[in-house]
Nanobody
């Protein structure tokens, strides 16, 4: 089964930082754009950021721009999400998924265009 394993979540106070990792369990990520997503309780899931196969960040959610940075290490089949200056509204379960649209397709608003979803990692930010 082709999925990701997300890790690095936890509980932090507002202003703190976390680095999430998304590791492919049974495939290499080199040729795929990879996205990070989140879902807060009672809310619809939303795309957070995406990185194309060349390692270029793309299509970051406005509310996290300047605070969150996506990166990838293909040798480790891992994509990271560095989250700084965390806010209580960032509290959610975070997921990563693989783009089905090719090397550069990063339309994170279209969740149906991503597959291989992992189980997610919980991020809780207290005020």
């Amino acid at each position: 089964q082709l999925t990701f394993v997300e890790s690095g979540g936890g509980s932090v106070q507002a202003g703190g930082s976390l680095r999430l990792a998304c590791t492919a369990s049974s495939f290499v990520v080199d040729n795929y754009a990879i996205g990070w997503f989140r879902q807060a309780p009672g809310k619809q899931p939303e795309g957070v950021s995406c990185i194309n196969a060349r390692g270029e960040p793309s299509n970051t959610l406005g509310s996290v721009k300047g605070r969150f940075t996506i990166s990838r290490d293909n040798a480790k089949s891992t994509v990271y999400l560095q989250m700084n200056s965390l806010k209580p509204e960032d509290t959610a379960k975070y997921y990563c998924a693989r783009s089905t649209g090719g090397h550069d397709w990063c339309e994170i608003q279209r969740l149906g265009g991503f597959d291989s979803w992992g189980q997610g990692t919980q991020v809780t930010v207290s005020s």
